[in-house]
């Protein structure tokens, strides 16, 4: 059983940075790993992937302020998120696409004040 548990959401205001962390009870070194984050009423949507390779991807709203690193041995994936936002508050997700299926954490909820 695949499981995802996220840590380091919380309040903060415009301009300071939070970090994601994401531990999986799986090892990770062969599958692409990825942050969501959803809002109220709206669907969620990918932040930042990182694939087995090492290559990342980016939302554009996060280009340059968001980056999404993993480690293979310690089987985690973390989000460095710098100059948060308010349109950065959101529920974060950890993502694994493991051998076709889906998997995600509990999320964990970052705000971001003016």
């Known amino acids: 059983q695949v499981q995802l548990v996220e840590s380091g959401g919380g309040s903060v205001q415009e301009g300071k940075s939070l970090k994601l962390s994401c531990a999986a009870s799986?090892?990770?070194?062969?599958?692409?790993m990825a942050w969501y984050r959803q809002t109220p009423g709206k669907q969620r949507e990918l932040v930042a992937l990182?694939?087995?390779?090492?290559?990342?991807k980016y939302d554009d709203s996060v280009v340059g302020r968001f980056t999404i690193t993993r480690d293979n041995a310690a089987n985690t994936a973390d989000l460095q998120m710098n100059n948060l936002q308010p349109t950065d508050t959101a529920v974060y997700y950890c993502?694994?696409?493991?051998?076709?299926?889906?998997?995600w954490g509990q999320g964990t909820q970052v705000t971001v004040s003016s």
């Open positions: 799986i090892s990770i070194g062969l599958y692409n």
């Open positions: 990182i694939t087995f390779y090492d290559i990342t």
């Open positions: 993502n694994i696409n493991y051998r076709g299926t889906m998997y």
